[in-house]
Nanobody, 132 residues
Framework: EVQLQASGEGLVQAGGSLRLSCVAS??????????IGWFRQAPGKEREGVSC????????AYADSVKGRFTTSSDYAKNTVYLQMNSLKAEDTATYYC???????????????????????WGQGTQVTVSS
């Protein structure tokens, strides 16, 4: 069983930064046993995968829309995964969720990492609003 608590909601101007946190609690396993993903959903749009991190090997993957602007990291001691969002744009406005997958990131022949597609545990959303 995994419980996830996302936080860090805020209203920022375009070009600004915000950091989201996802605190995880586990029954039996630990952060190293999971991949934590970040997702977002804007009103009227489908949920979109943003990034993920497999803490056991530090591998990360990002959606093209956030590459170079967002960074995900983990703190094993705090059971926390972060999403640092820089150079925010109005189109980043959405409710952000963190989720846990027992699967790890995968890598192709070019060294590109991909997030797993199956997530078993979800946290509640945290709102990010970027004003233009």
């Amino acid at each position: 069983e995994v419980q996830l608590q996302a936080s860090g909601e805020g209203l920022v101007q375009a070009g600004g930064s915000l950091r989201l946190s996802c605190v995880a609690s586990f029954s039996g396993l630990s952060l190293d046993d999971y991949t934590i993903g970040w997702f977002r959903q804007a009103p009227g749009k489908e949920r979109e995968g943003v990034s993920c991190i497999t803490s056991s090997d530090g591998s990360t993957a990002y959606a093209d829309s956030v590459k170079g602007r967002f960074t995900t990291s983990s703190d094993y001691a705090k059971n926390t995964v972060y999403l640092q969002m820089n150079s925010l744009k109005a189109e980043d406005t959405a409710t952000y969720y963190c989720a846990a997958s027992i699967s790890m990131t995968s890598v192709d022949y070019s060294g590109t990492y991909y997030c797993p597609s199956d997530y078993n545990y979800w946290g509640q959303g945290t709102q990010v609003t970027v004003s233009s």
